[in-house]
């Protein structure tokens, strides 16, 4: 189904991230299941006094080692999933991931096509125009702008990444309010992404569904498109999930573990 179909796409969860050592928020094992949610208004808290929430985000960042979620991003490498994705996208047979992952470990696979719909934790995002920087390449745009500041008050300043810098800074391109590119709870997800993952679910015959639950909406609309316009369902889970029952295959187990022979077994149908 996958060496035959016109345009596979996939939707990829956290659980190709666990077998990076990511531990989930929810579910057996998760962060969230084990310490309680976050609050639910942490962009209203945000957008409401953005200096404050970025000292906060710095001072996370500048803590020893952080949380044990951070340190578990930090430490994470992509893993034979991640690898047998990025090989399917070589071969032409996986034309976009749509991922619900944070962690940037698709594209440092070497995947290209990736839409992450919640973000990316290396990056950083204007809410005003969209624009999306990494962040060494935000840092110096910031301390350029702060040393043409004519603004010396210090409770306006802060320590970003050995440099001082201005918080909030200001978006070298609208100059709106930039934050962390990972949508945080109460954020409408950018509408670019969501964009995006449309059109990939449109053009579609094909949805892999790769280490998700496939419950948390908007992202569980995409596979759901693929299969109400006549597309197959690849499920690749170690769980069941709503999509189960009408996937034309399902491997049931760790991607890291399933998805490589199957690689495999497409160079031999295309050799």
Known sequence: MLSDARYAIALAGAGIS???GI???RGK????????EPPMDGYLRFMRDPASGWREMLARRAAPGGDEFSKSLAAAEPNAAHRAMERLEELGVLRHVISQNIDDLHFRAGSVSVTEIHGN???VRCVECGARWVWDEFLALAAAQESHSTDRDPTNIAEMGGVMVRVPPECPQCAGIVKSDVVMFG???????????????ELADCCLIVGTSATVYPAAAFPEMVLRAG???VDVNTDENPFTPYASAVLRGPAGELLPPVVKAIERLRS
């Open 18 to 20: 666990v077998e990076s």
């Open 23 to 25: 531990r989930p928020f």
């Open 29 to 36: 094992g998760g962060l969230w299941t084990e310490k309680g």
């Open 121 to 123: 934790r290396t990056k």
């Open 187 to 201: 954020e409408p997800i950018p509408q670019e992404f969501l964009e995006s993952c449309q059109r990939e679910a």
């Open 231 to 233: 597309g197959t369902i």
